[in-house]
């Protein structure tokens, strides 16, 4: 490099003889010195600097994470100077989205159908009547199996978590016949799981009583339907 050079450019003048002084020689090798001392210290401060920077956009990319961004990749900043750090953020931001997803489903959910559980069913139903129009009319129904009891005594509670599945997709299908039904324009109806053989739906949009007695109708034609279990119905 420059430092090699100078050096070499010193010796040669040494060699020559004559035309320097040794105090010029010592004057020339203190520049070089000085010069090759300045480069390496710029390099080595343009290296801290990006490190500096990249540690800034980690903090800040750690700060958004913890007020709710788990998406956003890490900065390239990050990625160019610490390569390892940035795999772990972005390995470590979506071990946390997946466990907080897993949460809020367990929290929200019924881990047996899937369907919206009471805390979550009731919460919905609440913002959905609240954001009725005036003068809009709504229904909610509540079903609960007959003899539900015995299919768990006789054939046992895995076929029992079956005849539930089987029921919430049975009602999931009303919910899609009303979907078409209003060609997409109105708000799904909302299923719940309430406890054991309970479950629940509200559809937010009614015409009137008789609409309502239809849906109560087609609610009980899908549950009276025989249902298939262990090769029994």
Not at 12 to 30: C, D, K, N, P, Y
Not at 65 to 81: C, I, M, Q, S
Not at 91 to 110: C, G
Not at 179 to 193: F, K
Request: aromatic share 4%; with cysteine; hydrophobic share 50%.
């Amino acid at each position: 490099g420059p430092c090699a050079a100078g050096t070499v450019a010193r010796r040669r003048s040494l060699a020559r003889g004559g035309a320097m002084t040794a105090g010029e020689a010592v004057r020339r090798a203190l520049v070089v010195a000085l010069i090759c001392g300045i480069m390496s210290w710029a390099a080595a401060e343009r290296a801290l600097s990006g490190l500096a920077v990249a540690i800034d956009v980690a903090s800040a990319r750690i700060v958004a994470a913890a007020e709710g961004d788990l998406v956003a990749p890490t900065p390239r900043e990050v990625h160019a100077a610490l390569p390892e750090l940035s795999g772990a953020m972005d390995a470590m931001f979506a071990q946390v989205k997946a466990n907080l997803e897993s949460a809020h489903r367990i929290a929200m959910f019924d881990p047996v159908t899937s369907l919206a559980n009471r805390t979550f069913f009731r919460r919905e139903a609440e913002r959905m009547l609240r954001d009725l129009p005036d003068g809009a009319f709504a229904a909610l129904a509540f079903i609960d199996l007959d003899n539900f009891k015995d299919v768990n005594d006789s054939l046992g509670h895995a076929q029992g978590d079956q005849l539930l599945n089987k029921v919430a997709n049975r009602l999931r299908a009303i919910v899609a016949a009303e979907t078409v039904r209003h060609h997409g324009a109105a708000e799904e109806a909302l299923v719940g799981r309430l406890a054991g053989d309970e479950f629940t739906m509200l559809f937010p949009h009614v015409a009137d009583r008789d609409d309502a007695e239809r849906l109560a109708n087609a609610i009980v034609s899908a549950i009276a339907r025989p249902f298939e279990l262990a090769g029994q119905n």
